[in-house]
């Protein structure tokens, strides 16, 4: 069986969207529109798997979710081209990941260092979500037999799980698929991630050497998408740089991680290189870089700023795009819940 080249990605909705996953992410989200037929999701129930505290209570969650579905389409990717929607408004995801619970290993979801990561010392005192979240990514992912899926770094290892999971599925019930009608056992396809390149890895603007993120307690730390023109000048005006001069060549950025980020930051933004970037700009003080990328930053995220408040105070129109979005992933869905349940042998209405 040929799978259809389909896109899947997921963003969760909890909280304060920056340059980070803009950069990181929805770009690339963007541009995926052009070459595959795209679903972007934004996990709420993902949401869940952490402390209430994380993301924020009821009335969070939903605002939340608004806001990253506006920052979709701000960002410009066409909700009527491809598909946007919330993922608790499709069963499918849920229904599917209870089936993956019992294909996936409890050694596999042991070795998850993110889980880690997430629970930190007190990991008894971890929701069960949190531990299964990469077998519901999984069921995300294989709902819609995604085969390409843009992730960060940090999502490889869940990606290497969603397609142990596809394969041993595929293995178990082989007989069973055979005989429904899939060609060679194969069901579930084996999803690729598209890794976002270093170049695309934004880090802290007070900190060059952690990545730009919503926890940081530091608001100086990150450009957020809702910032306007005056904050997104202040943050970048007061960027940690070091006493040097820019360089002129891109080895000249090593060992400089808070000179390396800002022209990266540059470089992604204006879509050039970092070499010719520093081709600009090297030999000159950073007062002048930073002038120049106060420009180009609020050049391009301002339009998406306003584009998004514009969209998060009509809420109404946001959530018809959610439901639109979930009515089209529901269809695509019910054809491969159909064709899992038969397969696994539950009995379901013709
Ligand atoms: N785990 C992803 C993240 O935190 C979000 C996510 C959930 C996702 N389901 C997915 C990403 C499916 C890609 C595909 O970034």
């Not at 209870?98 to 042991?110: D, H, Q, T």
């Not at 802290?204 to 952690?210: A, C, F, I, P, Q």
């Not at 054809?335 to 349940?341: F, G, I, L, R, V």
Request: hydrophobic content about 40%; charged content about 25%; overall charge neutral.
């Amino acid at each position: 069986m040929a799978f259809v080249e389909r896109v899947f990605s997921g963003v969760q909705p909890t909280g304060n969207l920056h340059l980070g996953n803009y950069l990181g992410a929805i770009v690339n989200f963007v541009k995926l529109q052009e070459t595959h037929n795209c679903l972007y999701c934004v996990v709420d129930m993902h949401a869940l798997t952490q402390p209430v505290s994380v993301w924020g209570g009821p009335a969070e969650l939903a605002r939340n979710t608004r806001e990253v579905t506006a920052a979709f389409i701000a960002s410009g990717i066409d909700a009527k081209k491809h598909i946007v929607f919330n993922q608790s408004q499709v069963s499918g995801h849920a229904e599917l990941a209870w089936i993956f619970n019992c294909v996936a290993r409890v050694g596999w979801l042991n070795r998850m260092t993110q889980f880690k990561e997430k629970a930190g010392k007190d990991r008894e005192n971890a929701s069960v979500g949190l531990y299964d979240y990469p077998v519901l990514m999984a069921a995300d992912i294989l709902l819609y037999r995604a085969t390409h899926v843009p992730v960060g770094e940090d999502q490889k290892q869940h990606l290497e799980l969603s397609r142990d999971i596809a394969q041993k599925f595929n293995n178990d019930f082989g007989d069973s698929i055979r005989s429904h009608g899939f060609n060679e056992g194969l069901f579930f396809p084996q999803p690729e991630p598209l890794i976002t390149g270093p170049a695309t890895r934004v880090m802290s603007l007070r900190d060059g050497t952690k990545k730009m993120s919503k926890s940081d307690s530091s608001d100086n730390s990150r450009i957020n998408l809702t910032d306007d023109a005056d904050i997104i000048a202040q943050k970048i005006r007061k960027a940690k740089t070091d006493p040097e001069p820019l360089p002129s060549e891109e080895k000249g950025l090593e060992a400089r991680p808070e000179a390396d980020n800002l022209v990266g930051i540059f470089a992604a933004l204006s879509g050039r290189t970092k070499s010719d970037v520093l081709v600009e700009f090297g030999g000159g003080q950073f007062s002048n870089f930073k002038n120049s990328l106060v420009e180009l930053c609020v050049a391009k995220l301002s339009p998406i700023a306003a584009e998004m408040k514009r969209l998060v105070a009509d809420p109404g129109y946001v959530d018809s795009i959610l439901i639109e979005g979930a009515n089209r992933a529901r269809d695509i869905a019910a054809e491969t819940m159909k064709s899992t349940k038969d397969i696994v042998g539950f009995v379901r209405k013709h």
